[in-house]
């Protein structure tokens, strides 16, 4: 967004300090911050901005809402985890019940959609504790991821799940919560809106690297989690470009019977299994 504020003002043949005048700001000072991007310019000024450079509207529009595509697009798990973990999960449930197709990508963690009671219960505990969070709601937050997995029941939407196998051989939690995971997974597959692949160790990538997890919805969003946040992706040109990811890193994947298999595989790996 400063860049491209930068380059409007210079194709308008404007100075800072002439563009804060017709704006009537006090001082190049408010400029040349916007344009280094060291302060976000609201929608107020974004307005006057453009209309002191002779904006269109229709370019005004468009830079207006890639501000609000911004503004919204990095959420810090300090911000989200702020009211609880039961609130954060409370956050998402209604982009799940309104999808008609989710794609989930994971490198590292079974998705939350697939994840057992006991699952939630370990990686909620760990976060609450990573993260710092005072309220003691993991139990509710559980509760709530759960109910939202009611949605895997629902006739009008399509979940797909895609895993590198790496993630089935992880034990970040206990060995028997593991084996109750793996064992979900097996009658996850059987649900008529879930299709799970995965991506063997063994199998010639051709090229493909893994990349990072993310969540596509619907076409109109990517989600990223990081480790201090989350990114939410609006923009169709960089969504098309999660999409190509998918197809490439799909094409790699087996489902169906050689995908139980792998899955066999790592449960028969644990203890007593």
Not at 91 to 114: C, D, F, N, W
Not at 204 to 213: I, K, Q
Request: charged share 30%; hydrophobic share 40%.
């Amino acid at each position: 967004m400063a860049d491209q504020l930068r380059e409007i003002r210079q194709d308008a043949g404007l100075t800072g300090r002439k563009l804060a005048e017709l704006a009537g700001w006090h001082g190049v000072s408010k400029v040349s911050k916007i344009e280094h991007a060291v302060r976000p310019i609201t929608a107020a000024d974004l307005r006057v901005w453009c209309q002191a450079c002779g904006v269109s509207e229709d370019r005004e529009r468009e830079l207006l809402a890639e501000l609000r595509d911004v503004a919204g697009m990095w959420v810090t798990y300090k911000q989200l985890n702020r009211g609880g973990l039961k609130r954060a999960q409370e956050s998402v449930r209604e982009e799940y019940e309104r999808a008609r197709l989710m794609r989930a990508y994971q490198t590292k963690v079974i998705p939350g959609l697939l994840q057992t009671a006991a699952y939630t219960t370990a990686a909620l505990t760990q976060i609450r504790m990573e993260q710092g969070v005072d309220v003691d709601d993991v139990a509710a937050a559980v509760a709530e991821r759960m109910d939202r997995q009611g949605c895997l029941r629902r006739r009008d939407a399509r979940f797909l799940f895609l895993l590198e196998e790496d993630v089935l051989w992880y034990r970040p939690y206990a060995d028997e919560v593991h084996a109750e995971q793996l064992r979900h997974l097996l009658d996850a597959m059987r649900r008529p809106s879930v299709s799970l692949g995965i991506i063997p160790r063994t199998i010639h990538r051709r090229g493909v690297a893994p990349d990072e997890s993310f969540d596509i919805t619907d076409e109109e969003s990517v989600t990223v989690e990081l480790v201090s946040g989350y990114l939410t992706i609006t923009n169709p040109s960089e969504i098309a470009m999660y999409l190509r990811a998918w197809d490439r890193l799909h094409g790699l994947a087996v489902v169906g019977d050689p995908a139980r298999r792998l899955i066999q595989q790592a449960l028969e790996a644990l203890p007593n299994e």
